[in-house]
């Protein structure tokens, strides 16, 4: 019988010992990596850009509309001058190997009167599909994010009212300002979100 209870009891061991190592290859499956203008690169933004804005787009707005925006912002030509601008890094989060979300880090644009005098960065088009969408991805993806904008004195985002990523960026310090106004992307109502930093030393915080 001790015997038995031995071969259990190291049966439970290993099995434990391996559940640990699933765990531990399947966070270590999740990362973010800069998009870059090789083929590849331009072939993967195609596929998530086109994939995410359909997801978070779906049932709010005209699908004519919504493949006409993806048409203009999402094709070879466009992406390979905005990855090649300075102004602009694009981020993509993979889980097993698959694009699952990314991200723009932007200075382009007419930014917000209120930042004048202040070094600005704004994170754009931030989003995880639904099938990837658990907290662990979206933390690595917008956590390097912050990190690109780590030198800026403000961070601000743009997204439309009830967007369900709005608590989460909450979660890291950003607050919504009422003052800025913009116009209504795709017909979608705006809400703006800004983390503004304090500067000690040269150093934004």
């Given at each position: 019988m001790l015997f038995r209870y031995n071969e259990t009891h190291l049966l439970l061991i290993n099995i434990k010992s391996y559940?640990?190592?699933?765990?531990t290859i399947m966070v270590n499956t999740i990362v973010t990596k800069f998009a870059i203008g090789t083929e590849q690169g331009i072939n993967t933004l195609l596929f998530i850009g086109a994939a995410t804005a359909r997801e978070k787009c779906k049932g709010k707005v005209p699908e004519d509309k919504l493949e006409e925006y993806i048409e203009r912002h999402f094709n070879s030509d466009v992406l390979r001058v905005e990855l090649n601008s300075m102004s602009n890094q694009y981020v993509i989060v993979y889980c097993d190997g698959e694009p699952a979300g990314y991200a723009r880090i932007t200075s382009?644009?007419?930014r917000p009167e209120i930042f004048e005098g202040k070094t600005v960065a704004r994170i754009a088009d931030f989003f995880v599909l639904d099938r990837f969408a658990n907290?662990?991805?979206?933390?690595?993806?917008?956590e390097k994010c912050l990190s690109l904008c780590s030198m800026q004195q403000i961070i601000w985002i743009s997204e439309y009212r009830g967007h369900p990523d709005?608590?989460?960026?909450?979660s890291y310090g950003f607050s919504k300002n009422a003052e800025i106004a913009g116009p209504q992307e795709l017909?979608?109502?705006?809400v703006y979100l800004v983390k503004d930093k304090k500067i000690i030393n040269n150093k934004a915080f």
């Open positions: 559940n640990n190592l699933i765990h382009k644009g007419k907290l662990e991805v979206k933390k690595s993806l917008f709005l608590h989460f960026f909450a017909g979608l109502a705006p």
